[in-house]
């Protein structure tokens, strides 16, 4: 069965780095891409930023940009995401989920997700 963990969330201050690991298993990153997204309390659950062979980064919150980034380790079967001079309104619950092919722009597209990780920024 195709399986999502994620780890490396945690309470962090205002302007730190932090990098969350997606470890996935039951597929092949090499057919199946990774999302990253995030929901934050009261808020609809958004994009982050996708990784696929196709494609590549795929950034799908403006509010990222340049902050964060997605990388791959194909033989580790992890996907991390990278944050840099995190901020208050980054904090939610930091999702990993998987679709076939190619990035898609919802994440309704996703069919499997892992149970996520909580990042807290706060002062």
């Known amino acids: 069965q195709r399986q999502l963990v994620e780890s490396g969330g945690g309470l962090v201050q205002p302007g730190e780095s932090l990098t969350l690991s997606c470890v996935v298993s039951g597929f092949n990153l090499d057919y199946h891409v990774i999302g990253w997204f995030r929901q934050a309390s009261g808020k609809e659950r958004e994009g982050v930023l996708c990784?696929?062979?196709?494609?590549?980064?795929?950034l799908y919150a403006d509010s990222v940009k340049g902050r964060f980034t997605i990388s791959r380790d194909t033989a580790k079967n992890t996907v991390y995401l990278h944050m840099n001079s995190l901020k208050p309104e980054d904090t939610a619950v930091y999702y990993c989920a998987t679709r076939w092919d190619a990035c898609g722009e919802f994440h309704y597209e996703y069919p499997y997700w892992g149970q996520g990780t909580q990042v807290t920024v706060s002062s």
């Open positions: 990784i696929s062979n196709k494609e590549g980064p795929v």
